[in-house]
T-cell receptor, first 114, second 113 residues
Framework: DAGVIQSPRHEVTEMGQEVTLRCKPI?????LFWYRQTMMRGLELLIY????????DSGMPEDRFSAKMPNASFSTLKIQPSEPRDSAVYFCASSPPDRGHGYTFGSGTRLTVV | AQSVTQPDIHITVSEGASLELRCNYSYGATPYLFWYVQSPGQGLQLLLKYFSGDTLVQGIKGFEAEFKRSQSSFNLRKPSVHWSDAAEYFCAVGAGGSYIPTFGRGTSLIVHP
């Protein structure tokens, strides 16, 4: 298995532009999670999906952030419009139905908004 | 709600020395406990996990951790550290019906030759 695949690995964009981050979870995993990592706040859960349905988006910082999971093999996290304070590493993770086995993380997308 | 504390922001050890990284959690019942490692520019990799049974758990790369309920701790250990172990280590606790992990702030391990 190729693991959790995220794209792009790096994204540099100008303030005000729309940014879309992509994630392909591991086949057979039915839960998908988006995390944001910053020096100031550590790892924060933004949103998670179970069987493609958003369950808890209380971690999404503002209405500028949105996430979708149109099918079991693809999810997007969109920021529109982007701001410099959105600069962070965004991780996608997936887990099988038994979450006690832990999550598998992607390599992350490093977003820089200038 | 559950929480995790990793008291040490940085730990420096010499190659070949033993290692213990501390983790304390707060949760009323027995949680799921995890240790993850993050190498520079990489995602988090699961080292080991505990959710029941033997309180001493073995993980990958020669790591082990011991769950101590009385101390609400889940410390990570390794008898002999290798230079390649230099990385960021995260303890996480998963609790409640969803078991979604809450992560600590991490401990950065520096290994001197």
């Amino acid at each position: 298995d190729a693991g959790v695949i995220q794209s792009p690995r790096h994204e540099v964009t100008e303030m005000g532009q729309e940014v879309t981050l992509r994630c392909k979870p591991i086949s057979g995993h039915n839960s998908l999670f988006w995390y944001r990592q910053t020096m100031m706040r550590g790892l924060e859960l933004l949103i998670y999906f179970n069987n493609n349905v958003p369950i808890d988006d209380s971690g999404m910082p503002e209405d500028r952030f949105s996430a979708k999971m149109p099918n079991a093999s693809f999810s997007t996290l969109k920021i529109q419009p982007s701001e410099p304070r959105d600069s962070a590493v965004y991780f996608c993770a997936s887990s099988p139905p038994d979450r006690g086995h832990g999550y598998t993380f992607g390599s992350g997308t490093r977003l820089t908004v200038v | 709600a559950q929480s995790v504390t990793q008291p040490d922001i940085h730990i420096t050890v010499s190659e070949g020395a033993s290692l213990e990284l501390r983790c304390n959690y707060s949760y009323g019942a027995t949680p799921y406990l995890f240790w993850y490692v993050q190498s520079p520019g990489q995602g988090l990799q699961l080292l080991l996990k505990y959710f029941s049974g033997d309180t001493l758990v073995q993980g990958i790369k020669g790591f082990e951790a011991e769950f101590k309920r009385s101390q609400s701790s889940f410390n990570l250990r390794k008898p002999s550290v290798h230079w390649s172990d230099a990385a960021e280590y995260f303890c996480a606790v998963g609790a409640g019906g969803s078991y979604i992990p809450t992560f600590g702030r991490g401990t950065s391990l520096i290994v001197h030759p």
